[in-house]
């Protein structure tokens, strides 16, 4: 199983990033995606998810009307588009899957300890 994490980049405010997460070793719709964040001295924070089979999506309450998850099925990939960016939302984002398929994203964000495999992380910056 891996993840590979990619898209990040320098942005002004208010610009548009569309990070990418590919999967390899396991069929991305069997398994819930989330993504996360890790900004310099904080905690990793959870940011979006997608459930398996069904799409269902769910945004941390800092990034809702601005960040969309979504899939591909037939790339294997999970893409978090994130517009009207700030400078807080600088960080390292990272996609992670659990181990076990059909697992998590149910009713809200699942808790990073849940996810079992992880992508290196891709560094965004917003800024001026």
């Known amino acids: 199983v891996q993840l590979q994490a990619s898209g990040g980049g320098l942005v002004q405010p208010g610009g548009s990033l569309r990070l990418s997460c590919a999967a390899s070793?396991?069929?991305?719709?069997?398994?819930?995606i989330g993504w996360f964040r890790q900004a310099p001295g904080k905690e990793r924070e959870g940011v979006s998810c997608?459930?398996?089979?069904?799409?269902?999506?769910f945004h941390a309450d800092f990034v809702k009307g601005r960040f969309t998850i979504s899939r591909d099925t037939a790339t294997n990939t999970v893409y978090l588009q994130m517009n009207s960016l700030k400078p807080e939302d600088t960080a390292v984002y990272y996609c992670?899957?659990?181990?076990?398929?059909?697992?998590?994203?149910?009713?809200?964000?699942?808790?990073?300890?849940?996810?079992?495999?992880w992508g290196q992380g891709t560094l965004v910056t917003v800024s001026s």
């Open positions: 997608i459930r398996s089979a069904f799409d269902t999506t």
């Open positions: 070793g396991f069929t991305a719709n069997e398994h819930a």
């Open positions: 992670a899957t659990p181990r076990d398929q059909y697992y998590g994203c149910w009713r809200g964000l699942t808790p990073a300890n849940e996810y079992h495999y």
